[in-house]
């Protein structure tokens, strides 16, 4: 069954076992406030989100991370469903993402409704990071 909850303290141990990027401070503000998700089936925690506002202005999904076992089940276009439905009720009309050229986590935005919105190459020699756009 699928529950989604803000991140809150008593998460962290688990949290840091599927993100490998964020910092404890960068933990302790998206706690405070309130843009990190754990997502759970019942009561087993099995990923987790988390989002920035690009420009101070526009929801901007970070990560969205499941343990392997759960990816491929619907758990993760609910978690993003979620978020958008929370960013609708906060007053934004639209929300981005980014995703490596590399990586098939592009064509899972695609399929829910998210279209390409251009990209960055940051290092010459590696993929250039696509960045996806949907109106809520």
Not at 78 to 103: F, I, P, R
Not at 124 to 131: K, V
Request: include cysteine.
């Amino acid at each position: 069954m699928f529950r989604i909850k803000h991140v809150s303290a008593d998460g962290k141990s688990f949290w840091f076992t599927l993100d490998k990027h964020l910092s404890q401070n960068e933990f302790e503000l998206k706690t405070r406030d309130k843009r990190g998700y754990v997502i759970s089936d019942g009561d087993k925690p099995i990923g987790i989100m988390r989002y920035c506002l690009f420009w101070d202005l526009v929801p901007f999904l970070n990560l969205i991370e499941l343990e392997e076992s759960y990816q491929r089940k619907g758990f993760g276009k609910q978690a993003m469903k979620h978020w958008e439905n929370e960013m609708c009720n906060l007053g934004y009309t639209l929300v981005l993402t980014s995703t490596q050229s590399d990586e098939q986590a592009q064509h899972f935005y695609r399929k829910i409704g998210y279209e390409d919105a251009g990209c960055l190459l940051i290092n010459r020699d590696g993929p250039s990071e696509i960045f996806l756009v949907k109106r809520l």
